[in-house]
């Protein structure tokens, strides 16, 4: 059994920061990455940023450059998305996302709501 928990979504004004979290837990080895993907309304899921567990590399969608950055814990396969800057179309469910050699593993997602 894996488990994968997100925590930290909210609702926030335009220009606000907001911190998620997302920890795997259970019958999980050898993580390759972690990342966190969004979904809103009508529109399919997208990768917003991913996190290599070798080296540290990082890939960031386009939208989210400059403003969210993505880090990681190994030792305890938790992984972190700060969002800064945020605006009303990062309004989303937020989902974290583990590809490990035991599998892919997603969470229940987390709501984002950026509004006044």
């Known amino acids: 059994q894996v488990q994968v928990v997100e925590s930290g979504g909210g609702l926030v004004q335009p220009g606000g920061s907001l911190r998620l979290s997302c920890a795997a837990s259970?019958?999980?080895?050898?993580?390759?990455?972690m990342g966190w993907y969004r979904q809103a309304p009508g529109k399919q899921r997208e990768l917003v940023a991913q996190?290599?567990?070798?080296?540290?590399?990082?890939n960031y969608a386009e939208n989210v450059l400059g403003r969210f950055t993505i880090s990681r814990d190994n030792a305890k396969n938790t992984v972190y998305l700060q969002m800064s800057s945020l605006k009303p179309e990062d309004t989303a469910v937020y989902y974290c996302?583990?590809?490990?050699?035991?599998?892919?593993?997603w969470g229940q997602g987390t709501q984002v709501t950026v509004s006044s």
């Open positions: 996302r583990v590809y490990s050699i035991s599998g892919l593993y």
């Open positions: 259970g019958s999980i080895s050898s993580i390759y990455t």
């Open positions: 996190i290599f567990s070798t080296g540290g590399s990082t």
